[in-house]
């Protein structure tokens, strides 16, 4: 099993920035991609960026030239840099990692971390 905790999240002024991390611990010498998604009240959760273990990365159009993913193979850690934030950004965000074993893929998700944007 692959444990994500996140971090990070908060308010902030439209403009602001914040920087989510998410930690993997437990079977996690088989872990592939790593990203965040995140889901705002009555809408469907949404891909915000991914990075796989090579550092190829890839993200929504609504965040591109905004936000940055990043990953520490050696820390077991993705980053998730938010810059000039909007309101539009406001939302639950979840770290999500897979591996595949024998042909399986497997997905895990954190619990989340709630970020607000808002004046």
């Known amino acids: 099993q692959v444990q994500l905790a996140e971090s990070g999240g908060g308010l902030v002024q439209p403009g602001g920035s914040l920087r989510l991390a998410c930690a993997a611990s437990?079977?996690?010498?088989?872990?592939?991609?790593m990203g965040w998604y995140r889901q705002a009240p009555g809408k469907q959760r949404e891909l915000v960026a991914t990075?796989?273990?090579?550092?190829?990365?890839n993200a929504a159009d609504s965040v591109k030239g905004r936000f940055t993913i990043s990953r520490d193979n050696a820390k077991n850690t993705v980053y998730l840099q938010m810059d000039s934030l909007k309101p539009e950004d406001t939302a639950v965000y979840y770290c999500?990692?897979?591996?595949?074993?024998?042909?399986?893929?497997?997905?895990?998700w954190g619990q989340g971390t709630q970020v607000t944007v808002s004046s």
């Open positions: 990075i796989t273990r090579a550092g190829i990365t």
């Open positions: 999500n990692a897979d591996r595949w074993i024998l042909g399986v893929r497997y997905n895990y």
């Open positions: 437990g079977t996690i010498f088989s872990i592939n991609n």
